[in-house]
């Protein structure tokens, strides 16, 4: 019966005194409640432009781009170390690719800077360095998906486009209280934000629904209570606010394993490895490594994928890095070699330099290599 929450879970049965519909349903009314809210209550970022402001579609491109799985307090120093660096994308586009590769590392899914590259390269190219306005051109670009095109035509150009992150999606889905799980939902979330998109400030409505989910809607514990949607929620209506958005079970990230040899020569430099330009960390530079497979390699086949002949000693402990869709567990062989050690491949040489330990902070290193050479090196 609709008296009944429809999601049977830790929240049990529902309150006597619960309304059983919004005062509303949401719409046009929401959306204005929304925009009055968004504009005294927003997040002020490095990025934004005020209510009814028109945005730098470089800036508002970049940040979109560093925001993909990454958090806003993580992204903040980098955007303004971008922006000072390369104040527009003609200024990204003229950079090398090695040098922006160097100042997005840290922020992870080294991808997206090569993508960031590329897009500028190719808004230069062939926009004369005007990003295009719609989303069916931004989607053409590298690195743009659906949700940054949409992002970017809303945001930087105020066309009715609905990007759907997941501030939004948590939103939508508790709105109009939709319960079939994701990811099978996405689409239904998608058509429901959309009918909410305003024709004129789209890029605000946007904005202020990210807001709303970070600040108000939030995954644990929503603020219902000083949301500013709260007559027009369905999921507050009906006790389910924090039952939704329904997820399907996940599935267990698998571990994987190596060894990595960190070689010191006795100048003080560290052998590093250029990894291959496509897949995981593509183009980046490494601590040479086996590969990585499903169980801890043995000691005698390990030493077959060192890059120096010479003695190893392994370093007590592992270094974890957890990946999107694994988990990294590497065993640290570490080595004092002479300035003419001799390598074992010699195909592994053009991809391998020695750089010294005072410029490592300047190479375009990944994270888990960082934990690596920290893990290593502190053994030392
Ligand atoms: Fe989210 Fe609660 Fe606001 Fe509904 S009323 S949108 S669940 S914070």
């Known amino acids: 019966s609709p008296a009944q929450p429809e999601i049977r879970g830790r929240m049990g049965a529902p309150q006597k005194n619960q309304k059983q519909l919004p005062l509303r349903p949401a719409g046009a009314e929401t959306v204005e409640a929304l925009l009055l809210w968004y504009g005294s209550e927003r997040r002020h970022l490095p990025w934004r432009y005020g209510p009814r402001k028109k945005a730098d579609p470089y800036r508002v491109w970049l940040s979109e781009i560093m925001l993909q799985q990454t958090t806003v307090k993580a992204v903040i120093p ?5 922006v ?8 990204l586009a003229s950079a090398q690719l090695e040098e922006v590769l160097q100042q997005w590392a840290g922020l992870g899914y080294y991808s997206r800077a090569r993508n960031l590259k590329a897009c500028a390269d190719a808004v230069v190219r062939d926009f004369g360095g005007v990003f295009p306005r719609t989303e069916k051109q931004l989607l053409e670009l590298p690195g743009i998906g659906p949700y940054t095109a949409a992002a970017i035509a809303a945001i930087a150009f105020g066309e009715k486009a609905t990007p759907v992150d997941g501030n939004i999606e948590r939103v939508v889905s508790r709105l ?3 319960q079939q799980a994701l990811p099978a939902s996405k689409p239904e979330i998608r058509r429901l934000a959309a009918t909410l998109t ?10 202020a629904m990210m807001d709303l989910g970070a600040e108000i809607c939030a995954p ?3 603020s219902c209570l000083v949301c500013p949607l709260q007559q027009d929620c369905a999921a507050n209506a009906r006790g389910l606010a924090e039952l939704l958005p329904v997820k399907a079970p996940k599935m267990a990230r698998p571990s994987r394993y190596g060894v990595a040899f960190l070689v010191q020569r ?20 490494e601590v040479p490594s086996t590969h990585w497979g ?7 086949e390990a030493l077959r994928a060192a890059p120096v002949t010479t003695s190893w000693m392994p370093v007590p402990g ?3 890095h957890v990946f999107t869709h694994f988990r990294l567990e590497l065993v640290v062989y570490r080595a004092l070699v002479p300035v003419d050690a001799s390598f074992t491949l010699w195909a592994e040489q053009e991809r391998c330099r020695w750089v010294q330990r005072r410029d490592l902070h300047a190479q375009a290193l990944p994270s888990v290599m960082k934990k690596v050479i920290a893990h290593g090196m502190n053994a030392a």
């Open 220 to 222: 644990k514990n929503p």
């Open 294 to 300: 499903d169980a801890p390699p043995p000691k005698k």
């Open 84 to 91: 000072a660096r390369w104040p527009t994308v003609a200024a």
């Open 176 to 178: 109009f209280a939709v």
């Open 198 to 207: 305003p024709t004129r400030r789209a890029g605000d409505f946007a904005q």
């Open 78 to 82: 980098y955007f303004q170390k971008f």
């Open 266 to 285: 006795d100048d003080g430099a560290v052998l590093l490895r250029q990894r291959p330009e496509a897949g995981l960390l593509g183009g980046m530079l």
């Open 318 to 320: 592992t270094v974890v």
